[in-house]
């Protein structure tokens, strides 16, 4: 069997990454620019981030990088409990913890390869229907236990038994170890295999076997083990550069980990390497951008993130931050739609019920956004160039499709319906009748923040110029945590979302598939990963081309014609790709330069997540 390097057969993502000023009250960190070189930096960034292409670099001077400082890191939301990667329901907050307390099996390379990162070597069957990869030797979780074969197949199969993750894992079939080695078994052939489980993936982290068992929501315990678990799911045991320490909930809360001196790539791991250089790192809650830019400002935080493009576009000529941007393997913004109705024949024939009904209680029935004139409707009546404009401050691309620019599987013209108020209309009128409400009503549910009511505030009022009287909006705003919970369930109409950020298109399979599409009915809970319900026989085989034929040429063509499908079926109403802007103190140095042990250098972001093992502070001091 032949040693096999993976790596994605997509072109070069859209990257974006520019430190827009650094600086500070010290003369000794404070860096001096020519107005040319900046005037020349900006219209490059300017240009380049138009065309989804690289829009510069960290220009900062080098520095040897030092040991010492606690971080503290403002992040837009809390994740439902618990971390655990088979139970939580993990957005970027949530993964950017998961990336401080462990490491993923594999890592995303700068060009959009997939490099191995715990693992070693990886290769396939020749048939592709198995993969087999050797971890490597020495690493320890932080309570001792070794990161063997056995232990990877621990985590997989908690990930592979759970109903929240077990149906983006159920195309494998089997996971086996022997040592060191892992071999995972697959239904149908797999062009990447185990590439989707990297660090864009909450099932790519490891963690203890010893720990996971303690847990009661452990899917692998039997009634007595559950009965006797009394773990903490919170207190995340991991191979990682820090250790946890501690976590309280909620808005202003506090997830705080601690440098930990046997991290595998330190000093006394099996690399002998200096990482991590920080000795705390903390992470708190600050809902509201306003909130988390003042903490900024006044010295709460150390760095933020945000995907809110008009304060991004504050910080660009703020000459007292350091501000980096990217779009790279990015989301795209969108109003998601619950299209749950009829039957769906390929989940039921799993179940041995071929007439498995999508919504058996009607819940959805009164919901236009079922029908697909009410969802042209929708969407010829946004104008998402002035959404651009007014919400993202002019910096942020309109979407399309699911796939930004630079990515594989983006066209410049998807089929989306564009921006026109007589054929919305027109559309309509035969959603009036399709649907048989006069008014319309639509019920819209976004996030508990002003930028996403502002933002929803703004999309109504356009349906507002465009129908008048024959809609009715009512808009609900959720808390994030509860946001993805009411999605995973179904219990929405419309909702304000942000997904769909991958290395691969492959890796994005279980959003749009009718296998991972449950019905809505709170009588028999279930957790769908296709949050929208719909089935679409042609997106099933425009899917399966990108999962399971090797041939780049292949791949490229069906990823193109998953886009044209949401364009024709109108599966969503796309707003903007997501633009990512990270804001730190001029002290925090090295915030994206990671890489593997080998020296490969690792993509900088990925949609919106970043490693924090390489982070340091100057004088080891990030608060100065």
């Known amino acids: ?209 010893t720990w996971l068992q303690t847990l009661a929501s452990n899917p692998l315990l039997n009634d007595e083990q559950r009965a006797a678990a009394t773990g903490n799911p919170t207190a995340l045991v991991g191979v990682g550069a820090f250790t946890f320490e501690s976590y309280t909930p909620g808005n202003g809360n506090s997830f705080i980990a601690t440098r930990n001196a046997d991290y595998w790539r330190g000093e006394n791991g099996i690399t002998g390497e200096e990482l991590p250089y920080l000795d705390e790192i903390e992470f708190v809650v600050s809902v509201d951008i306003q909130g988390r830019s003042n903490g900024l400002k006044g010295g709460q935080f150390d760095i933020i993130h945000t995907s809110n493009a008009d304060e991004i576009k504050k910080y660009e000529d703020n000459e007292n931050y350091v501000l980096l941007q990217a779009n790279d393997y990015g989301e795209t913004s969108m109003y998601m739609l619950n299209a749950a109705q009829g039957t769906n024949p390929y989940l039921g024939t799993l179940r041995g019920d071929p007439e498995l009904a999508m919504d058996p209680l009607g819940m959805n029935s009164v919901n236009p956004m079922i029908h697909l004139s009410c969802r042209k409707a929708a969407a010829h009546s946004v104008d998402t160039q002035r959404l651009a404009d007014e919400r993202g401050a002019g910096i942020v691309k309109p979407a399309n499709g699911p796939f930004p620019p630079g990515s594989m599987g983006y066209l410049e013209d998807t089929g989306y319906p564009k921006f026109d108020i007589a054929m919305a209309r027109a559309e309509m009128e035969q959603c009036k009748i399709d649907s048989g409400q006069d008014p319309v009503t639509v019920g819209v549910t976004i996030g508990q923040d002003p930028f996403s009511a502002e933002t929803a505030d703004l999309v109504v009022s356009m349906m507002d110029d465009a129908f008048g009287e024959d809609i009715s909006v009512v808009v609900t705003p959720i808390e994030q945590g509860q946001l993805i919970g009411l999605a995973l369930a179904g219990a929405y109409h419309v909702m304000g979302w942000r997904n769909f950020g991958g290395v691969d298109p492959s890796e994005l399979w279980y959003w749009w598939s009718a296998y991972t599409a449950s019905p809505v009915n709170p009588t028999v809970p279930e957790l769908a990963l296709n949050f929208g319900r719909f089935i679409d026989p042609e997106m099933e085989t425009a899917m399966q081309g990108v999962r399971f034929n090797p041939d780049p040429a292949v791949r490229e063509a069906s990823a193109e014609e998953v886009s044209r499908l949401f364009g024709k079926n109108v599966w969503n109403l796309w707003t903007t790709w997501t633009l990512w802007g990270l804001i730190s103190s001029p002290r925090v140095m090295d915030i994206t330069t990671f890489t593997t042990p080998e020296g490969t250098m690792t993509a900088p972001v990925v949609a919106g997540k970043h490693s924090v093992q390489q982070i340091w502070c100057q004088d080891g001091n990030c608060q100065g």
């Open 1 to 209: 069997m032949a040693k096999t390097f993976i790596k994605t057969f997509a072109v070069l993502f859209a990257f974006s990454l520019i430190a827009a000023a650094c600086g500070g009250d010290s003369d000794e960190t404070a860096i001096e620019n020519e107005p040319e070189a900046v005037e020349e930096e900006v219209t490059q960034v300017e240009e380049d981030r138009e065309q989804g292409d690289a829009t510069g670099e960290d220009t900062r001077d080098d520095m040897t990088a030092v040991h010492g400082g606690r971080l503290v890191y403002g992040v837009e939301a809390d994740t439902s409990n618990p971390f655990v990667p088979y139970a939580a329901s993990c957005a970027i907050s949530c993964r950017m913890i998961l990336r401080t307390v462990s490491d993923a099996l594999f890592i995303t390379g700068t060009e959009g390869n997939i490099v191995p990162h715990l693992v070693e070597t990886v290769a396939p069957a020749a048939d592709f229907k198995s993969w087999t990869m050797s971890v490597r030797d020495g690493i320890k979780f932080h309570d001792g236990t070794p990161l063997d074969g056995a232990a990877v197949a621990y985590n997989l199969n908690t990930c592979r038994m759970s109903p929240l993750t077990g149906p983006a894992l159920s195309h494998i079939s089997d996971v086996t170890s022997d040592g060191q080695s892992v071999t995972i078994s697959y239904t149908f052939p797999e062009a990447l295999g185990p590439a989707s489980l990297n660090s864009s993936t909450q099932c790519g982290f490891m963690f203890s076997p």
